[in-house]
């Protein structure tokens, strides 16, 4: 039973992604996306938390997002996957299920 | 594989409507199903078809209803969610003795049982908004 968890708030607004990071299992995947992406940027309070998650976590962020920001997918943590809308359609279909942290 | 979508968030509210209109988009494009969207909450205010947003930005109620067209999508407003926020079709508006309609054509008002249906048939339930 695999989960794609998706987190959509900023980890410097909300603490959606401190609660997925906390309830979400090993071989869970994790996507950002909207502000969510702040948290897939390099030198941010979060980024530990975040690389401690890919230890057991895969984690992803939607490029479109990163791009509507402004920001720049060369800053993002290394090993965080960058994906499109169709790839965000291939994780809710190769996860058995989608839970979105709001 | 089949999809359901709901939206909690309004349009131009901060950008969850966005975030389903291109992962629904997306989805029917590599030949998924998309069974149902359900606008749930402020979601509700995506339906009103006197929406005018400036001529540079994009239209959101106009953009639902054309795909909705193309691939024939049920979407459906929580009826619960429209009365208190003044969303209203002809059946409502006779029923609440309201002077005027605001819906646009290609959503319907519906109840919760819906929502819990498009979950129960589909494969996943996809959850936009706040």
Redesign the interface.
């Known amino acids: 039973m695999s989960i794609l968890h998706t987190v959509n708030k900023s980890p410097f607004e909300k603490n959606s992604l401190d609660e997925c990071l906390t309830h979400s299992t090993d071989g869970c995947a994790i996507l950002l996306l909207e502000d969510g992406v702040y948290a897939a940027m390099q030198g941010t309070n979060v980024e530990s938390a975040v690389k401690d998650a890919m230890a057991s976590k895969k984690v992803y962020a939607l490029g479109p997002d990163i791009k509507l920001r402004g920001l720049s997918t060369d800053r993002i943590i290394d090993g965080i996957e960058v994906v499109d809308f169709a790839g965000f359609v291939d994780l809710s279909e190769s996860n058995d299920k989608v839970q979105a942290w709001l | 594989?089949k999809?359901a979508i709901q939206i909690?968030e309004g349009p131009y509210q901060?950008?969850?409507t966005d975030?389903a209109y291109?992962?629904t988009?997306?989805?029917l494009?590599?030949g998924?199903e998309v069974s149902r969207v359900f606008f749930y909450h402020d979601g509700v205010y995506n339906s009103s078809r006197i929406t005018t947003p400036p001529q540079d930005d994009r239209h959101i109620v106009n953009r639902w209803a054309e795909l909705a067209e193309a691939h024939s999508l049920d979407m459906v407003v929580c009826v619960a969610a429209a009365q208190r926020r003044g969303v209203v079709d002809d059946g409502e508006a006779e029923r609440n003795g309201k002077d005027a309609t605001n819906i646009h054509p290609a959503f319907r008002i519906s109840g919760l049982g819906q929502l819990i249906e498009a979950a129960v048939e589909a494969d996943?339930?996809?959850?936009?908004?706040?």
Do not use: C, I
């Open positions: 594989m999809f909690n901060h950008q969850a975030t291109h992962f988009k997306s989805a494009e590599k998924h996943r339930l996809m959850v936009f908004g706040d």
